[in-house]
C-alpha cells in the first residue's frame, strides 16, 4: 500500500508539473543565433516555422482549403522525424578535440573566447550517443496538440480511445521516446490518466480497475506501438544501398572535393585566424564540430552560445552546402538507388490510403484513421526524393556552390528535428477522394502533377505515381547483382 501511494504521489508531481512547463514557452529574437537557418537536419522546428515561437501550439486552419464544403476528411499518414537529440558519440568526439584546442591552444582578446576557455563547459558525454532530449519530447508533444487542432476528425479522444490511431516506430531509442511523447501529447490533452496510471503501476492498476469506476479507461487504455524497422529502417536493410552507397566512399567523392575545395578552405582558414592557431588544427571535422556545437546547443539548451561567434552567415551556407552535398548523394537524388530503398514504405503509405478508400467507398468504418509513423531524417529524405520533392534541375556537386546558392533541395528547410510529411485523405463527395500532402504543416504540391491545386484527385496522384505503383519493389531494387566472380 506504501508502495502504491509513493508511486501515485510520483505520478501526480511528474504529471502536473510537466504539463505546465510544457505549455509554457518565451522567446526573445536576440537569443537566436544569426546562423541558425543553416543548420541542416541539426535545425529546430521553429527555424522553420517562425509563428511557433510566439505560440508552439499555434495552427493555420486555413492552409486546408478543400474545394467544397463537402470535404470530410477520412485518413491521415504522418511520418515523423523524432526529436532534438544529443550529438553521436563520433560527433562528441570531434567537439571534444576542438574544445581542446580552444581551451590550450586558442589565444585572443575576444570576450566570448575568453568565456569559452573560463567558463564554458563540455557537458557532452558519449553515452549520450543520440538520445532524445527533453525538448525532443515536448516538440511531439506539441506536434500531436497541433495536428489534433488541424484534424480534429481523426486526431481525437474518440478515435484513439477506439483504437483507430496507429503507430509504428523506428526501434532507435530516441524514435520510440518520440512516439512514446507524441502519444502522451494526446493523453495529457485528453487528460486520459489511465494510461499513464497503467504503465507506472501497472498490475496494481489492473487490480484497481475491477473495482473502480476507472474501469473504462483501464479496458482501451492500451494505444500500442509497433516497432518496424524494415519499414523505418529500410536503408539498413537494403543491400544494395548498403553495398554502393553507404559503404562506397566513391560515391561521396563530390562531398569529399568540396570538403577539401577553396569555399571550405577559406573557412577552415578565417577560424583558424580568429583562434590564432596553425591552419593545419582546424580540419574539416574540427570546423564542423564547432557549427554544431552552436546548433546543438541552441537546440537542446536554447542558449546562444559563444561557439557560434566563429562563424558569419557566409561561413554557415558553406558548411550547410557541404552538409547538403552529403544529404544529396547519401539519401537524395545522387544515386537512383537511394530513394528506391524507401519503396517499401512507399506502398505500405499508399495500399493503407487504397485500403481506406476501399472501407469508405463501402460505407464501412476506416479501421485506420490515423497512422503515426516516426523515424528518421534518413527515413524521410529518400522518400520525398522518391516522390519528386525538392528535385533542382542541377544535380549538387562540388563545384556548384555559387550555381546552387538558390537551391531547393535545402536540408535546413526540409528536416528539422521533428520534421513531418503528412498526406490527408479526404472524401469530397460523388466518390471524389482528394490528398493533401503537407511537409512541416505547410501546403505542399506533388511535382509533376498537372493538378497544381494543394488537394489533387487521389486518382491523378495514383495515376502520376503508377510506374511506382506497379514496380518499386523493395526485394528487386535491393538485391546486390554481384559482377561475376574474378578470376
Ligand atoms: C495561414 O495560411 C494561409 C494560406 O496558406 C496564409 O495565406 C496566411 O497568411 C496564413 N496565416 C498566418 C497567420 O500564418
Ligand atoms: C527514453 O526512454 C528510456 C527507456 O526506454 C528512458 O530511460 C529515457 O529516460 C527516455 N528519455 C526521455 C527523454 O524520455
Ligand atoms: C596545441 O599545443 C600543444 C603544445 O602547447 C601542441 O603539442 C599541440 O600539437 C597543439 N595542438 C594543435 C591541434 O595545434
Ligand atoms: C529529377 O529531375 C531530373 C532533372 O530535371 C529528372 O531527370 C528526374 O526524372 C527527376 N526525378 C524525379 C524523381 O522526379
Redesign the pocket.
Known amino acids: 500500500m506504501l508502495t502504491f501511494l509513493w508511486k501515485f504521489t510520483v505520478f501526480y508531481v511528474c504529471y502536473t508539473s510537466g504539463f505546465l512547463s510544457n505549455y509554457v514557452t518565451f522567446e526573445d529574437e536576440a537569443n537566436i543565433p544569426a546562423i541558425a537557418k543553416y543548420f541542416n537536419t541539426k535545425g529546430r522546428y521553429e527555424e522553420v516555422n517562425p509563428y511557433l515561437r510566439e505560440d508552439i501550439l499555434a495552427v493555420n486552419r486555413s492552409i486546408l482549403q478543400p474545394p467544397s464544403a463537402e470535404c470530410r476528411q477520412i485518413h491521415l499518414t504522418a511520418i515523423i522525424r523524432h526529436g532534438t537529440r544529443y550529438p553521436t558519440t563520433k560527433n562528441i568526439k570531434e567537439m571534444q578535440q576542438l574544445y581542446n584546442i580552444v581551451l590550450h591552444n586558442a589565444s585572443g582578446e575576444q570576450s566570448w573566447l575568453h568565456e569559452l576557455q573560463t567558463q564554458w563547459r563540455m557537458w557532452y558525454t558519449e553515452d549520450m550517443d543520440g538520445?532524445?532530449?527533453?525538448k525532443?519530447?515536448n516538440e511531439l508533444k506539441h506536434l500531436a496538440v497541433r495536428l489534433s487542432k488541424l484534424f480534429p476528425s481523426l486526431i481525437s479522444e474518440e478515435k484513439l480511445r477506439g483504437g483507430f490511431i496507429k503507430f509504428i516506430t523506428s526501434s532507435k531509442?530516441r524514435c520510440?521516446?518520440s512516439t512514446l511523447?507524441f502519444k502522451a501529447g494526446l493523453t495529457e490533452l485528453w487528460d486520459i490518466k489511465g494510461m499513464t496510471m497503467i504503465i507506472m503501476m501497472g498490475p496494481l492498476c489492473i487490480a484497481c480497475c475491477s473495482l473502480l469506476p476507472v474501469a473504462f479507461l483501464c479496458a482501451d487504455v492500451e494505444f500500442d506501438h509497433a516497432v518496424n524497422d524494415a519499414l523505418m529502417r529500410f536503408f539498413d536493410k537494403c543491400t544494395r544501398f548498403v553495398e554502393e552507397v553507404d559503404n562506397n566512399p566513391s560515391a561521396v567523392t563530390e562531398v569529399e572535393k568540396f570538403k577539401e575545395g577553396p569555399e571550405m578552405r577559406r573557412v577552415q582558414q578565417k577560424i583558424a585566424d580568429i583562434l590564432n592557431v596553425p591552419y593545419s588544427s582546424i580540419t574539416y571535422d574540427v570546423a564542423e564540430a564547432a557549427f554544431y556545437l552552436c546548433a546543438y546547443e541552441f537546440a537542446i539548451r536554447s542558449v546562444k552560445s559563444p561557439w557560434c561567434e566563429l562563424f558569419d552567415e557566409d561561413d554557415a551556407k558553406v558548411i550547410e552546402y557541404a552538409s547538403d552535398l552529403r544529404e544529396f548523394w547519401k539519401r537524395g537524388y545522387g544515386h537512383d538507388i537511394n530513394s528506391k530503398a524507401s519503396c517499401i514504405l512507399f506502398h505500405d503509405v499508399f495500399s493503407r490510403m487504397d485500403k481506406t478508400a476501399t472501407q469508405n467507398k463501402l460505407g464501412q468504418q476506416v479501421t485506420e484513421a490515423v497512422t503515426v509513423q516516426v523515424g528518421h531524417a534518413d527515413t524521410l529524405l529518400p522518400l520525398l526524393t522518391l516522390l519528386g520533392f525538392f528535385n533542382d534541375s542541377e544535380p549538387l556537386t562540388s563545384t556548384n556552390y555559387a550555381a546552387q546558392a538558390h537551391r531547393s533541395f535545402r536540408t535546413s528547410h526540409m528536416l528539422p528535428y521533428a520534421a513531418n510529411l503528412l498526406l490527408v485523405l479526404s472524401d469530397c463527395g460523388g466518390g471524389d477522394l482528394r490528398l493533401q500532402p503537407l511537409l512541416n504543416e505547410k501546403p505542399v504540391t506533388f511535382p509533376g502533377l498537372t493538378d497544381r491545386s494543394s488537394m489533387p484527385l487521389y486518382r491523378d496522384v495514383l495515376e502520376h505515381y503508377k510506374d511506382l505503383l506497379q514496380g518499386c519493389d523493395f526485394e528487386t531494387e535491393c538485391q546486390l547483382f554481384k559482377q561475376p566472380a574474378e578470376v
Not at 538520445?131 to 527533453?134: A, D, E, N, P
Open positions: 538520445r532524445l532530449v527533453q525532443g519530447v531509442h520510440v521516446n511523447s
